[in-house]
């Protein structure tokens, strides 16, 4: 089409009727929220594992915001229900004992539940203790599950 032509044909739209239109079809979709559909995020957690048996030197526990830190007579467990994987406990341990739960090593899986069952029945804790007089002794020792007491 020429351009005159086209210009002629635009002047000739009532141009306030396509406002209103304009208008009316903003109204209809901003009138009606929109919502995001609901994502299910499983939660993670981290875990405790075998080196922290008999050192229990509890660097850790002061930094976790929602204290699920809970400690047994010479081992620590993270409640996985309060665990928010903040990722701020990990480089905290001095003998690496802390992992998130996809990140456990080989051998170590089973502190997942072990960390659930002991964090019903131990007590939160939240400031940092003394370690035990011979935790330096134990912090290369492998195969400690033996010597967790409950
Ligand atoms: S810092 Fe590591 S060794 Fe010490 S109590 Fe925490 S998890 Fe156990
Ligand atoms: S990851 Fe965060 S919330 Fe979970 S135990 Fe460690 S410090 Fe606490």
């Not at 899986?109 to 804790?125: A, F, G, H, T």
Request: proline share 9%; net charge negative.
């Amino acid at each position: 089409m020429p351009r005159r032509a086209c210009a002629d044909e635009f002047n000739a739209i009532d141009k306030p009727s396509v406002i209103e239109l304009n208008h009316s079809l903003i109204s209809s979709t901003t009138s009606h929220s929109v919502r995001a559909p609901e994502i299910e995020v499983p939660s993670m957690t981290f875990v405790v594992t075998e080196a922290c048996i008999k050192c229990k030197l509890t660097d850790c526990v002061e930094v976790c915001p929602v204290d699920c830190f809970h400690e047994g007579p010479n081992f620590l467990v993270i409640d996985p229900d309060e665990c928010i994987d903040c990722t701020l406990c990990e480089p905290e341990c001095p003998v690496e004992a802390i992992y998130s739960e996809d990140e456990l090593p080989a051998g170590q899986e089973q502190y997942l539940q072990l960390n659930e069952d002991l964090s019903r029945d131990w007590p939160v804790i939240t400031e940092m203790k003394d370690p035990p007089d011979d935790a330096d002794e134990w912090r290369e020792v492998k195969d400690k599950l033996q010597y967790l007491e409950r």
